[in-house]
């Protein structure tokens, strides 16, 4: 069963500081991992997608990256802006027992406050 | 702009009421998923459509039901709510269920949170 932890829950940072945000999963077979931004009582936004092959992918100012072998993710968040307050979420797809069904599993996420 | 929409934003329903949320895509994706999210907790998936092919997680309750009458519509309905339902309720959509790209990948509506009295 794949589980997608994320520590800290809670981080807080000065504006304009360079951070990471770590996420590990136990099984490394997975299809991708999703990168959600979620602000307080909305939904989520994806934010980056990287598939299983590849390594990183850029968007602006952040940067996920995706190691499979040791079941790790990084988002890097550079130049950080107080409109970067939320809870950011992991999510792996994998598979789903021995067919093609397969499932996206979330961690519970890190909520950044970044102080003005 | 393609997008996921969810109505209502907010519901309130009484113990015990039959309630239905509502969710509608523009983006012609053909998976459509229900999670529950419940305060810091990460989003659990109750069940997903493929085309019109239904998919129950083992572990979602009899109590939630959903139906798809077209590609466009997703429904989730809880036919005696408890306290314990009480939740943000997320409805996305992918292309494929394991998409490739991010504008194949899941999107999410905007949520209903379910307030239960």
Known sequence: KQEVTQIPAALSVPEGENLVLNCSFTDSAIYNL???????????????????????????RLNASLDKSSGRSTLYIAASQPGDSAT??????????????????????????VRP | DAMVIQNPRYQVTQF?????????????????????????QAPKLLFHYYDKDFNNEADTPDNFQSRRP????CFLDIRSPGLGDAAMYLCATSRGRTPRTATDGYTFGSGTRLTVV
């Open chain 1, 34 to 60: 999703q990168w959600f931004r979620q602000d307080p009582g909305k939904g989520l936004t994806s934010l980056l997608l990287i598939q299983s092959s590849q390594r990183e992918q850029t968007s602006g």
């Open chain 1, 88 to 113: 950011y979420l992991c999510a792996v797809r994998s598979r789903v027992g021995g067919g093609a069904n397969s499932k996206l599993t979330f961690g519970k996420g890190i909520t950044l406050s």
């Open chain 2, 16 to 40: 015990g009421k039959p309630v239905t949320l509502s969710c509608s895509q523009t983006l012609n994706h053909n998976v459509m998923y229900w999670y529950q999210q419940k305060s810091s």
């Open chain 2, 70 to 73: 077209n590609t466009s519509f």
